[in-house]
């Protein structure tokens, strides 16, 4: 399963981009305001110029004709563009208009698995089920990633499903098993991803044993003005660290 990030805040779409986990990009008309989007075209180009992979753009008119004009418009900001479709018969319409003219469509707005067939029907390159939405209804958003991606299999869709309006670690977990394509995901909860107590916990135990026994090693080493070098490894030169010779003497001192 990739993963895109679901914002349109250009800080926080290259800080994720930076850690190489990232392979496209969501946004919607919310995300475009909250992050105080003036000029999507410009806002995309920005975008475009920082994460290889799709980069989603959600069209604003509810007719077919307007969304056809939009999303021609906005497939000629950057190659990169897909452009997101709300599931209604007017965005079934754009989206098969589009899918013709070789144009990448995301049908958005998908709660159910009928809406999920049509728009793979229709042509659309992907789907965004929005889970985080159906749970809030008290609904299981996850059962319909199931749904979805066995009806997909079964039938040969090409149309992959992004896991859409996740809300924290474990629905991107349960995207995975439940056979997302792709899970778009806030940039807080990929931040949530990294971190884990014990990890955090691990390193402050690492370093604070080997701040200690440095500690008493460098006194041992002075002490026999016997010394040789030990790099520690992504040390700079001026962090390298001498110790004593003879590794009984160092038998706590990582090697
Ligand atoms: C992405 O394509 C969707 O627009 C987004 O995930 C919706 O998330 P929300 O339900 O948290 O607004």
Redesign the pocket.
């Known amino acids: 399963m990739q993963l895109f990030i679901?914002s349109a805040d250009l800080v926080e779409i290259s800080a994720a981009a930076r850690w190489g986990v990232l392979g496209g990009v969501?946004t919607?008309p919310?995300?475009m305001a909250r992050a105080g989007v003036s000029d999507p075209g410009q806002a995309v180009a920005a975008i475009a110029g920082r994460v290889d992979g799709p980069v989603?753009v959600?069209v604003l008119a509810t007719d077919a004709g307007g969304m056809i004009d939009e999303g021609r418009r906005y497939a000629r900001w950057s190659p990169r563009v897909t452009v997101?479709i709300p599931m209604t018969a007017a965005g079934l319409e754009a989206v098969h208009q589009l899918n013709k003219e070789g144009i990448s469509t995301?049908v958005?707005l998908v709660f159910s698995a009928a809406q999920g067939i049509l728009a793979a029907r229709a042509g659309a390159t992907y789907i965004?089920p929005?889970v985080?939405?159906l749970d809030d209804l008290a609904a299981d958003g996850m059962r319909l990633i199931r749904e979805l991606a066995d009806i997909f299999r079964i039938h040969r869709i090409a149309t992959e499903i992004?896991a859409?309006?996740?809300?924290h670690p474990l629905h991107v977990v349960e995207a995975a098993r439940a056979g997302a394509h792709i899970a778009?995901v806030?940039f807080k909860v990929l931040e949530q991803m990294i971190r884990h107590p014990l990890t955090d916990a691990g390193i402050e135990r690492f370093l604070a044993d080997w701040g200690a026994v440095g500690a008493s090693h460098r006194a041992t080493a002075s002490d026999r003005g016997s010394k040789r070098e030990l790099r520690v490894p992504g040390a700079t030169n001026a962090q390298e660290t001498t110790i004593g010779e003879g590794a009984g003497q160092c038998k706590n001192v990582p090697h």
Not at 164 to 167: C, D, L
């Open positions: 679901d969501t919607n919310s995300l989603n959600e997101k995301n958005t965004s929005f985080g939405r992004i859409a309006s996740i809300r778009t806030p």
